[in-house]
C-alpha cells in the first residue's frame, strides 16, 4: 500500500549572518529525516523547542523548498505539483487561531478561501460545501456570519479546521493545534480531530510539546533532537519502554499534579541544543548521563527497539564497549 506521506532524507540549512564582516554560518534545522506515515495513521513529532519540528511542518507542506531530500504525498512528488495540486492534498491547522484567521473576513469567507483560490468551484457548490463543513466542526450558520473576534478560542480553531478540510484534503498537518487554547477546550478539539479522522479518512501529521495530548493522538511518535529522528515506534510501545536517552529524560520531564513533587530533575544538565553547533558523533552525547567512549566520536546507527521500532542510540548495539544490555534498558524504562 502507497503510503500517505513519505518523507526521503530531507535536510533544510539556513544560512544567518552574524554581523556585516562575519561570514554568514548554518544552521541545520532538518537534518536527513526520513519516514513513511500510512493512510489513515497520526504520525505524532515530539521535541523540545527548536528541534526542527515545525521545519519539518512547513517542508512537508511545500511552505519551504528542502536543501537536500523530497516529500512524496500518495506517491507523487510533491516538488513535481503545482500549489493548487498540493492544496487539494495536504492542508495545515497552525497553532495559534487567533493569528491563522483574517479578523476583517466573515467566518463563512475564511472558510471559502480554498475553494476561492482553486478557481474551479461554482459559487453554489462552495456555499454548500461551506455550510457542511461548518456544521461537521460544530458550528451554526449564525456563526458563519460573524468575524473571528466574536468567537471563543475554541470556536476559532473549529473555523481553522473547516478551512483546512474544506477542499477534502487526505493529509492534514497539524502544528501545535491547541497549545494557545485553555485546557478545558483543548479535549474538545482533540476529539473533533479524531471523530474527523475516522469519518473522513484523513492523515495526520501531528506536532507537538505536549507528550500527554500525542500518546492521546498518535497511532506512531517520532522524536525528534536537532533536526534528526532519534526515536521512533509505536506509541503504546514507546510510552511503555522509551529506548532513547533523550526520550525517557522527555517522559520524565512531564508535570504531575501531585503536590509537594516540584519540578522534576531529569539529568540533562545546563546545556542547551544548538542547531548551529552540532556536536560530533551521537549528537546527543553532551548531554546524555549513559554516554560512553563511543558517542562523542561516532554517529550511532539506528537499531531495533522493542516494539518495532528504532532508536539511533550506541547503548542498543550489543557489540558497543561499555553499552547497557537492552533488556536492561527496558527494565529501566
Known sequence: MTAAIEVRGLRRVFRV?????????QVVAVDGVSFAVPAGSVLGVVGESGCGKSTL???????L??????????GRRLSEMDRRARARLIQPVFQDPFASLNP?????????????????????EAARRVAEMLERVGLSQEQGERFPA????????????ARALVLRPRIVVCDEPTSALD???????????????????????????????????????????????????ESEALFRAPAHPYTRALLASVLTPEPGLGVPDVGLGDTLPD???????????????????????????????????????????????????????????
Open 57 to 63: 511542518a512547513r517542508l512537508i507542506l511545500g511552505l
Open 65 to 74: 523548498p528542502p536543501t537536500e531530500g523530497e516529500v512524496l504525498v500518495d
Open 275 to 333: 542547531p548551529a553547533n552540532i556536536p560530533p558523533g551521537c549528537r546527543f552525547h553532551p548531554r546524555c548521563p549513559q554516554a560512553f567512549g563511543r558517542c562523542p566520536a561516532e554517529a550511532p546507527a539506528a537499531w531495533p527497539a522493542a516494539g518495532g521500532g528504532f532508536a539511533e542510540c550506541h547503548l542498543l548495539d550489543p557489540a558497543a564497549p561499555g553499552a547497557a544490555p537492552r533488556e536492561a534498558l527496558r527494565q529501566e524504562a
Open 150 to 161: 466574536q468567537l471563543s478560542g475554541g470556536q476559532r480553531q473549529r473555523v481553522a479546521i
Open 183 to 233: 485546557v478545558s477546550v483543548q479535549a474538545q478539539i482533540l476529539n473533533l480531530l479524531a471523530e474527523l479522522r475516522r469519518d473522513l479518512g484523513l492523515t495526520y501529521l501531528f506536532i507537538s510539546h505536549n507528550l500527554a495530548v500525542v500518546e492521546h493522538v498518535a497511532s506512531e511518535v517520532a522524536v525528534m533532537y536537532l533536526g534528526r529522528i532519534v526515536e521512533r515506534n
Open 17 to 25: 549572518r552574524q554581523g556585516l564582516f562575519a561570514p554568514p554560518r
Open 104 to 124: 476583517r473576513r466573515r467566518v463563512k469567507d475564511i472558510v471559502a478561501m480554498p475553494l476561492v483560490a482553486q478557481g474551479s468551484v461554482p459559487a453554489a
